[in-house]
């Protein structure tokens, strides 16, 4: 009896030891084939990767309208010498040109040049309330925040009342735009110098010419998203930011002599 016993105690110690290994063998082999499976992926992840790195970069985009653009790729805050010297001369021209004048906002009006009265919008400055142009308001959404407001007050005081009566207009002529300076030590911002005139005129009047030289503060900020949704001020805010740049500051132009 005790050897039947004995031989039933091994007899189950034998199946206890086979049923073990066979379920090491499972979790081995189920280990291996997860394994295998990350290697996989890892190759496809390996090989898609390589295939991007290798790709060239896109050399345009297609708008909504159906018009195609050329394009580089570049750094967020790097932009074209063209870029930053159009972009100046743009704004300023926007902000220092006054004609008392607004396009129709009829589209067919405003094709046959056909112009209404700008009412123009009232600033606060140091000598009471003035008003600047409607235009100029909306373009000095290209200055930072910070410069915005005293810039908008210095431009209330510069601005002639008979802008507003038809009786006077001012234009800004650029006589030359400076190649954008890199600001030393700081990523994305230039200096642009630009001499220019002030060019008042009046009916019935000699013009009188003011010399405006300065050196323009920009530097680089993300372009703003525009929507169908988006109010008319968000719209004019992104119209004028279009280029990702904004201005910051200026200063005089110690030494106008860039027009030879």
Do not use: C
């Not at 932009?79 to 704004?91: A, E, G, L, Y």
């Amino acid at each position: 009896m005790q050897n039947l016993n004995r031989g039933m105690t091994q007899s189950r110690s034998i199946s206890a030891q086979r049923s073990q290994k066979g379920f090491v063998g499972l979790v081995s082999l189920a280990g291996l084939g997860l394994g295998g499976f990350n290697m996989l992926l890892l190759l496809i992840t390996l090989a898609n990767t390589n295939s991007i790195a290798h790709k060239s970069a896109p050399s345009m985009v297609q708008l909504s309208n159906g018009e195609v653009l050329p394009m580089t790729a570049q750094d967020v805050k790097a932009r074209t010498p063209q870029t930053i010297m159009r972009f100046t001369s743009d704004s300023l021209s926007l902000l220092l040109s006054w004609s008392g004048r607004l396009p129709s906002s009829d589209p067919q009006s405003a094709q046959k040049g056909i112009s209404n009265e700008d009412p123009g919008v009232t600033i606060k400055t140091d000598k009471g309330d003035r008003k600047v142009t409607t235009i100029a308001h909306q373009a000095s959404f290209a200055l930072s925040e910070d410069f915005r407001q005293s810039f908008l007050s210095k431009l209330g005081e510069m601005t002639p009342p008979e802008v507003f009566n038809g009786t006077a207009q001012v234009v800004l002529v650029p006589q030359d735009i400076s190649f954008p300076e890199p600001v030393p030590g700081v990523e994305g911002q230039w200096k642009v110098s630009i001499v220019s005139n002030l060019v008042t005129i009046s009916p019935g009047a000699a013009q009188l010419s003011i010399p405006f030289n300065k050196e323009v503060f920009i530097r680089a900020v993300p372009t703003p998203s525009q929507t169908q949704l988006s109010s008319p001020v968000e719209r004019s805010i992104a119209q004028v930011r279009a280029a990702g740049l904004e201005i910051y500051a200026m200063r005089e132009l110690t030494r106008p002599n860039l027009v030879k």
